[in-house]
């Protein structure tokens, strides 16, 4: 257990109702960092485990936590690198893991950003490149993907806003975007209009508010008028 991603990955586990394992880089006396020690209760508490190599009183060292990533890796089905600059912990658990035979999964970040370095630079060397959760579990065909309550809420809005355009002449175009950005050539190619009829129809269904033009093309707005 450590600061930042780590913390985040724990809690939001835990929120979700999932299980979750920790693995420490120090005994079970000296839980790091300190503000953790109700995370490490609430893991126990909810079924999840806490491992660790060292005996209870092993204090913190730095280099134990490098040591502890071999664990890390070895336990999951694979890794996902969310941030690594050039020399990084992240980087050397994803080596770990490529040795371990796991997969490396990695968010990709614009060039000029210094968290982004490791994770690039993964991906040139044959990491998943991950965009959404369901890059990572269409590699593992035994997983299901359970659909977060956000975007449940998000599908529920959807489709109550899509009852809002009654229009049939609308409506045809209307369906095919959605929260994914979509091009007018794209509509063009799924529709039976002319590209005419297309950018009237998109013109209007923009100025009404039922969607907004972004980097890609046009997507739906979410939210009920």
């Not at 210094?114 to 990572?136: C, E, F, P, S």
């Not at 355009?165 to 950005?181: A, D, F, G, S, V």
Request: aromatic share 8%.
């Amino acid at each position: 257990m450590a600061r930042g991603i780590d913390t985040i990955a724990h809690h939001t586990t835990l929120q979700e109702k999932g299980k979750t394992i920790a693995v420490l880089g120090s005994g079970f006396y000296h839980i790091y960092p300190e503000e953790n020690k109700e995370l490490y209760q609430q893991i126990i508490q909810k079924d999840g485990l806490v491992i660790t190599e060292y005996p209870p009183k092993q204090e913190v060292k730095s280099e134990n936590f490098l040591k502890r990533n071999r664990i890390v890796s070895g336990l999951a089905l694979g890794i996902l690198v969310v941030e690594a600059s050039h020399r990084s912990g992240t980087s050397v658990t994803a080596r770990l893991a490529k040795k371990q035979e796991r997969k490396v999964f990695s968010i990709p970040h614009e060039v000029n950003n210094k968290h982004g370095v490791g994770t690039n630079r993964l991906i040139q060397k044959g990491a998943i490149i991950v965009t959404n959760a369901k890059d990572i579990i269409k590699e593992f065909p035994f997983l299901t993907y359970k659909m977060p309550e956000k975007e449940k809420i998000e599908e529920i809005q959807i489709h109550k806003k899509r009852k809002f355009c009654n229009n049939h002449e609308y409506n045809e175009i209307y369906q095919l975007i959605t929260k994914n950005p979509i091009t007018l050539n794209e509509i063009y190619e799924k529709s039976n209009k002319t590209i005419s009829q297309i950018n009237t129809i998109v013109l209007m269904l923009e100025l009404e508010g039922y969607i907004k033009k972004v980097a890609g093309g046009y997507e739906c707005i979410f939210e009920e008028k």
